[in-house]
């Protein structure tokens, strides 16, 4: 495991905090569907049958007027209690005060994107099921990967097609549990018969959906155990993805690491972190290199941090902990002196207690050959 950095009073009281919290809300599952028509409402009814077979109270508060499988979606609805929508057939909306009124233990929501009328309280279908949340209800809700804001420009490129709502990705990360609605086989076979669609494109496109939504719903796994180690005042966060972070200094072969750690981390949707910790006395050769550096990581779409410590290692360790790194890149010189013999350089002291985290040693670039951590 990683290093364990132990909790501050006002992070122990922030534990409690959440704890409690967790225990007033009611719990959030999604289906994700990652192309229209895959069959996610059905999916989220039927979850809601099961659920009411095993003596849950469960209503409906929501449903979408048509679908693949609406047929199918209406013999389900036969045996719930449907609490009926407000506005129009063109703008309906959640009656929240009527399902706080009924206070069902599960409140079943089709279609999670949806934007509310004019006049009501909240603007969008995603902030009342917060509000049913926050009030105890637990909610089984369903939303296409188009209506997520932060994905849109991927998705859009990808299915060439826009649309006006969205739901936050912080809100989705939320999730208590998320559940992909996978495209049939025969989904393919369906929309090539449509004029003009090639079923290899159509795979093609459902593929780099589906690895979108793959690594969301990733995201609101890594969310979930991040909230429970905070719950447990535990501050390692271990995470699900790769999280590279590269350490530079005048004397690294930083923009090797950089090019590396990006890569890396595109390669298994990961994070890419670059960190500077500050020293004193550098000369202005040196101070030039170190900006550059910075700018390359932002060039890179890294997360840039500059710390400043006594202790570079244990500034490195601390960091690493908290943001759940996974891999930690260093430059190391090739030049070893009489004192390593007895002590452990920076480099080996930060190998030998970043328990549980890889750490990558790059040579210095040739035109340098001292070690310098820090």
Not at 170 to 177: L, Y
Not at 188 to 192: A, E, F, I, K, L
Not at 310 to 317: R, T
């Given at each position: 495991m990683g290093q364990t950095v132990r909790p501050t009073p006002e992070q122990l009281l922030k534990a409690v905090e959440a704890q409690e919290r967790s225990a007033r809300?009611?719990?959030l599952k999604i289906f994700l569907g990652y192309a229209s028509g895959v069959g996610k409402s059905f999916r989220m009814f039927d979850e809601g049958r099961r659920r009411k077979i095993r003596g849950q109270d469960v209503v409906v508060a929501a449903t979408q007027p048509s679908g693949s499988q609406a047929s199918e979606i209406e013999q389900l609805l036969r045996g719930f209690e449907v609490i009926p929508a407000t506005g129009d057939a063109e703008h309906p909306a959640i009656n929240v005060p009527a399902v706080l009124r009924r206070r069902p233990q599960v409140c079943l929501i089709d279609g999670l994107a949806y934007e509310n009328p004019p006049g009501s309280k909240n603007q969008n279908r995603w902030q009342d099921v917060e509000e049913l949340l926050n009030a105890g209800i637990s909610v089984v809700t369903s939303i296409n990967l188009q209506y997520v804001t932060e994905k849109q420009p991927e998705v859009e490129a990808i299915r060439g097609k826009k649309v006006a709502e969205s739901v936050p990705e912080?809100?989705?990360?939320?999730?208590?549990?998320i559940e992909i609605v996978d495209a049939p086989p025969e989904y393919?076979?369906?929309?090539?018969g449509e004029k003009g669609v090639d079923p290899a494109e159509v795979e093609r496109k459902l593929?780099?959906?589906r690895e979108i939504a793959l690594v969301l719903a990733a995201d609101v796994v890594d969310h979930q155990l991040e909230e429970y180690l905070h719950q447990q005042g535990i501050q390692q966060v271990y995470g699900t993805h790769e999280r590279i972070l590269v350490c530079v200094t005048p004397r690294s072969n930083a923009s090797l690491m950089i090019h590396r750690g990006r890569r890396q981390a595109d390669r298994f949707h990961g994070d890419l972190y670059v960190l500077y910790v500050q020293q004193g006395g550098l000369d202005s050769e040196d101070q030039k290199v170190i900006d550059a550096n910075l700018e390359a990581a932002r060039q890179a779409h890294?997360?840039?941090e500059i710390l400043d410590g006594?202790?570079?290692?244990?500034?490195?360790?601390r960091f690493a902990a908290e943001h759940g790194i996974t891999q930690i890149f260093v430059g190391h010189s090739q030049q070893r002196g009489w004192l390593s013999r007895w002590k452990a350089n920076p480099v080996e002291r930060l190998i030998m207690e970043a328990k549980g985290i890889d750490v990558r040693v790059f040579p210095h670039e040739p035109a340098h050959n001292e070690l310098q951590l820090a």
């Open positions: 809300r009611g719990r912080a809100f989705i990360r939320t999730a208590d549990e393919c076979v369906n929309r090539s593929s780099e959906l890294a997360h840039v006594d202790d570079p290692v244990e500034l490195i360790l």
